[in-house]
């Protein structure tokens, strides 16, 4: 499907497979229930399907961008410690092989050289937020990886390379959290300095003309080590934002996990 251009998300994935078990007795049983209701309305929040969605998630980092190309890929379970049952789900996704050629060809362009894995599975940051996006596993999905050094820059410009493809019925899907930082969010601490994060990453996506700008620099904003002790579930929100530099970006998703502000963002 093609038409109209397409916007570019930033979405949570949440934590492990949480949206397919009961939560610890210690937390409420709604944790997670505000986020899935958010996922599982995307597709009808966008109104219209698209012809593949392309998704860089927080779990996957290699020495330079690399594409799942499996026509029928599998999932990694690359989580611990949850109940058996979430070890048995199932995401029966086509890949899009002759997607990955045009991305590989868009990322040469850029001057990116690239690779491609058939034998990795989809990871959690894809397969569970999109068994609730696209939940009869009818669209598509292409994994990109992050590269390994989480450049802000080369990824905002990995993105930027991407941009073609919004006019050519492909969604781009950035996969982390907006705060990640698992220690603070099981033990409370830290729900102001979290604030403050949240309430500077969502100004600097709303001013188009300096987003870029704010990102590379995003650990300069208040509460931004402490939100990300390492950067891995933000870093694809500077793809999402690049192939959208210069549009406008809006917050579509507020809500609170345990006392700490998550956030999503649409641009374009």
Known sequence: MSGATWPTLFIPHGGG?????????????DTWDRMA??????????????????????????????LNVAGRPDLLFDYRGFPEHTYRLTYPVAGDPALADEVRTLLADAGFETDVDGQRGLDHGVFVPFKLVYPDADVPVLQ?????????????????????????????????????NTRNLFSGRGDDVAEAFDAALTAAMRDADKRDEALVHWRDMPGAVDAH??????????????????????RIYADHVLGKPISAFRFG
Do not use: K
């Open 17 to 29: 497979p949480c949206f397919f078990m009961e939560q610890p007795p210690q937390w409420p049983r």
């Open 37 to 66: 209701a958010f996922l599982r309305g995307i597709d009808a929040g966008l109104g219209r399907r698209p012809r593949a969605v392309i998704v860089i998630s927080g779990h996957w980092e290699t020495e330079r961008p690399t």
């Open 144 to 180: 990109l990886s992050l590269q390994r050094d989480l450049n802000p820059a080369t990824h905002l410009a990995i993105g930027r390379a991407l941009t073609p493809l919004r006019d050519h019925g492909v969604l781009i899907v950035g996969s982390g959290m907006s705060y990640h």
């Open 229 to 250: 002790p390492a950067a891995e579930h933000l870093l694809p929100l500077m793809v999402a934002a690049g192939a959208a530099s210069g549009e406008a970006g809006t």
